[in-house]
């Protein structure tokens, strides 16, 4: 099964995949000129941040499956894909813009807008569909395309599950027995920047310093 | 097959000599700026629109487009105020990087009104006295050295904050200096307007993004009416009056059996030193002694424009070349100053067995070797660099060496003087054929290379569909080497050009595109546009001109087109300054400055839709100067072939 595989120590907080979703679902599919279109194309793509300063997470459609958005939509507008079973998608022109799907979203990536595949509605559910349409000319999503720092990946997710354990057990190895950083998987910038993060934020959080 | 399609490496370049190179450098395993571009994409949405801001550590942030996330930064800057602050900064980049260059020439000025050079001296003194004049120094009984001393001391304080308007600006005609006036974008000093930009910008002091771009506009014209203008002219005064001259371009100027030195960057000061120099008899023994035929220079960029049209010294190409000219394996020295010398030459040297070598302490390269430069002392500094090239011809691989095509014979030297000679010693002939409509009016094609758009696609296409119509080209930079390897700057070019252009131009003896120099030779074009405004008793505004920056990517260029426009000429851009993100500022640079500078920008990547915005303009400003005049929209527009990009 082909998914979009998230690395959330590798986010550095860009938006760059948000932006690149929301070209790639406009009309013109072009940034200078999606910036006029009417209605305003959104992303389906959230980097929201974490607890601590400078880290974040990519948020998207899972594409869960059973898909509890599917089994609860009251017009069947929300469907897999016939040539791509693992993506499931939500056809424009039945949904009545309930909610319900978006109440049942364990990941809370299902949101309301104007839609251009809808004309007349103020609004429909609107979410991540895997780039369908460049993955059936042979892409992959805009996103991991728009990803520099590897946050996103696209590929068979046990493959990448793997490559991802791999390099955790050897990360967590160091966490464990406090033994050098260089046995890290992160670069030491990035160390350091995340740690000065989590200083910043514990120091905020103290709510006796400066009192 | 049109040119705008095309395979593989077709798709990058319209020249034979790029495409022999980029499939050599794909065979020699070298990376180019193509293969860069394509790792970078998708680039940043938010810094292509102009939305992200850095300038402060409470940042970085960004403003969302589609309105979904957050619309102000968190000192609470919008898209419009982030979009011009960012815009501001690239101008005053590009003013400080021409000002500075000009700055260098002044200060050589300087050394001979000192008599501290053993290299440069004045070489055009009735150009130094016509500048002193202007300057208001006394001529009378004072030898070029004391002119020298006195005009670099008042130009010294161009740079400073005594000024309350910048002398040379007066030569821009009394209507738009008032424009300036009223608008508060009258240049006072070069370094003045330049710092209080970078204040400006600061966080919390310029929050009304229409102030701040009057700044930038103010910034410019201290580049245009400037530094800028101050390199024109000095450089001329020390290094020569350009006049009309034949010379070749391209790769094929390169010599297979001669030591090969390529002279790569803006500053004339360095490269008329090696021309010196590599006539040095010594040297040329020395190159024959190792098995050379002689010491063959080429340049490359706006140093290359400058000795070519000075000295006829050839072109081996632009911007998108720097690379490609190391790949012929022909080059034994690269000899670099500044500004536009991408930092991968000194990698791709490595492939090879060319030298890089660098020359101003302001501009140093990992992996060149540095030889300071010093204008005290400049031809022995020459002849040292010249000797290293000679050094190492023995070491040039005769198996990866390709010269992969013919030259292109071209003619240059088009300085302003050479135009009126040419002319007849006034631009009355000019005036006179623009009135009676066998030019319809004329269209500086000015800026670099961009590997967005297909090599030179976008300089060549626009040329010929202006000339094709009788409309006079005049070209600077990498826009002019563009023209040149195309073979539309020879006299012979005129057969190219409408029937009006090409009678003059047969008449004349000149080609249908002028070349009038480097970049920061706009200035010829600016000042050239003001005698026209003066002639006619008009503002510049009101003329039948236009300028194109095809495939601009530098913050000079920035720096440039606001200085074209301020001074009253329609410039249509091929590609997008970092300014989407805003409406409000797209609006204002593309209509909203009609109404307060008499001209405004465009943006159209498609060189034939870009010639069809080019004529409407020309064609209604005829009507306004009641000159006979085609309706504008009768010009019918073509589809696009090139998208926005």
């Not at chain 2, 120099?277 to 424009?305: F, K, M, V, W, Y």
């Amino acid at each position: 099964m082909k998914t979009v595989f998230v690395h959330p120590e590798r986010c550095i907080g860009c938006k760059q995949c948000e932006m690149a979703c929301a070209v790639a679902h406009s009309q013109t599919k072009n940034l200078f000129l999606s910036v006029f279109e009417t209605p305003a194309p959104k992303s389906r793509i959230h980097a929201e941040p974490g607890l601590l300063l400078n880290t974040a997470f990519p948020n998207k459609c899972r594409h869960c499956d059973p898909a509890p958005c599917m089994a609860v939509c009251p017009t069947a507008a929300i469907r897999r894909a016939a040539d791509h079973p693992e993506i499931v998608m939500i056809e424009p022109r039945k949904c009545i813009a309930c909610g319900m799907c978006a109440m049942v979203c364990p990941f809370d990536v299902i949101t309301y807008y104007a839609a251009a595949g809808a004309p007349g509605k103020p609004a429909i559910a609107i979410k991540c569909d895997h780039c369908i349409e460049r993955q059936r000319q042979g892409g992959s999503p805009a996103c991991v395309e728009a990803c520099k720092a590897g946050a996103l990946q696209f590929g068979e997710i046990n493959e990448l599950v793997k490559a991802a354990r791999t390099r955790y057990s050897e990360a967590v190895s160091v966490a464990v027995t406090q033994v050098s950083s260089e046995l890290s998987a992160l670069p030491a910038n990035v160390v350091a920047w995340r740690q000065l993060g989590a200083e910043i934020t514990h120091l905020n959080a103290d709510g006796k310093k400066g009192a | 097959m049109s040119v705008f399609s095309g395979n593989g490496y077709e798709k990058l370049s319209i020249n034979a000599d790029t495409l022999a190179m980029l499939e050599k450098a794909r065979r020699d395993g070298v990376e180019t700026v193509w293969d860069r571009l394509a790792k970078q994409q998708p680039q940043c949405g938010y810094c292509s629109l102009g939305t992200s801001c850095r300038i402060c550590a409470m940042g970085p942030c960004r403003v969302d487009p589609f309105g979904e996330g957050p619309q102000r930064g968190v000192c609470g800057a919008d898209a419009d105020i982030i979009v011009a602050r960012n815009l501001a900064r690239m101008v005053a980049a590009g003013a400080s990087a021409h000002s500075d260059h000009g700055r260098d020439i002044l200060e050589t000025l300087h050394l001979v009104g000192e008599g501290k050079t053993d290299t440069y001296t004045i070489s055009e003194p009735e150009k130094l006295r016509r500048l002193a004049v202007e300057y208001g120094i006394q001529t009378a009984d004072k030898s070029d050295q004391q002119l020298a001393a006195e005009l670099a001391w008042e130009m010294m304080e161009d740079y400073g904050m005594r000024r309350a308007k910048l002398p040379l600006a007066a030569r821009a005609p009394q209507a738009r200096q008032e424009i300036w006036e009223k608008t508060g974008t009258y240049p006072r000093g070069i370094d003045r307007e330049n710092v209080e930009m970078l204040h400006r910008t600061h966080m919390g002091v310029d929050n009304d993004w229409v102030n701040i771009l009057l700044h930038a506009v103010r910034t410019s014209l201290s580049d245009g009416w400037g530094g800028s203008l101050i390199a024109t002219e000095l450089s001329d005064t020390l290094f020569g009056l350009p006049t009309p001259k034949m010379s070749q371009m391209n790769l094929g100027v390169l010599k297979a059996d001669q030591v090969n030195i390529i002279l790569h960057g803006h500053n004339p000061m360095l490269s008329e030193v090696i021309v010196a120099a590599a006539q040095d008899p010594d040297l040329l023994r020395l190159a024959e002694a190792h098995g050379a035929t002689g010491i063959n220079l080429a340049g490359l960029c706006c140093t290359g424009s400058e000795v070519l049209m000075r000295k006829g010294i050839p072109m081996a190409g632009n911007h998108l070349m720097q690379e490609l000219v190391i790949v012929t394996g022909a080059v034994e020295l690269m000899v670099v100053d500044y500004q536009c010398i991408m930092p991968a030459v000194t990698e791709t040297a490595k492939c090879y067995h060319t030298k890089i070598v660098s020359t101003f302490d302001k501009a140093k390269f990992p992996g060149a070797q540095h030889i300071s430069f010093d204008p005290e002392h400049g031809i022995e500094i020459g002849k040292q660099i010249v000797r290293l090239a000679v050094e190492n011809f023995p070491q040039r691989v005769a198996s990866k060496v390709n010269i992969p095509v013919e030259p292109v014979e071209m003619m240059t030297g088009f300085s302003i003087e050479a135009i009126l000679q040419a002319l007849g010693g006034t631009p009355q002939p000019l005036i006179d054929a623009i009135v009676k409509g066998q030019i319809r009016g004329a269209v500086g094609i000015v800026g670099c290379n961009n590997p967005k758009i297909k090599q030179d696609l976008g300089h060549t296409e626009l040329t010929r569909r202006l000339i094709e119509n009788d409309i006079l080209v005049v070209v600077t930079g990498c826009a002019a080497i563009a023209d040149g390897k195309a073979g539309l700057m020879t006299p012979a070019a005129a057969d190219k050009a409408g029937p009006g252009l090409s009678a003059i131009c047969k008449a004349l003896g000149i080609p249908p595109v002028l070349h009038l120099g480097s970049c920061v030779d706009n200035t010829r074009i600016t000042v050239l546009a003001a005698a026209l405004a003066n002639a006619l008793g008009v503002d510049i505004s009101a003329l039948p001109l236009a300028g194109a920056a095809p495939e601009w990517y530098s913050e000079k260029a920035v720096a440039i087109g606001v200085y074209v426009v301020a001074s009253g000429i329609y410039t249509v851009l091929g590609t997008t300054p970092p300014i989407f993100g805003s409406p409000n500022i797209v609006k204002l640079l593309t209509e909203g400055l009609e109404g307060v500078l008499g001209a405004t920008f465009a943006v159209e990547p498609d060189p034939n839709r870009a010639a069809v915005l080019i004529r409407r303009h020309i064609e209604k400003k005829r009507a306004g100067l009641g000159l006979s005049a085609l309706l504008p929209d009768s010009i019918v527009m073509p589809e696009a072939e090139l998208a926005l990009v």
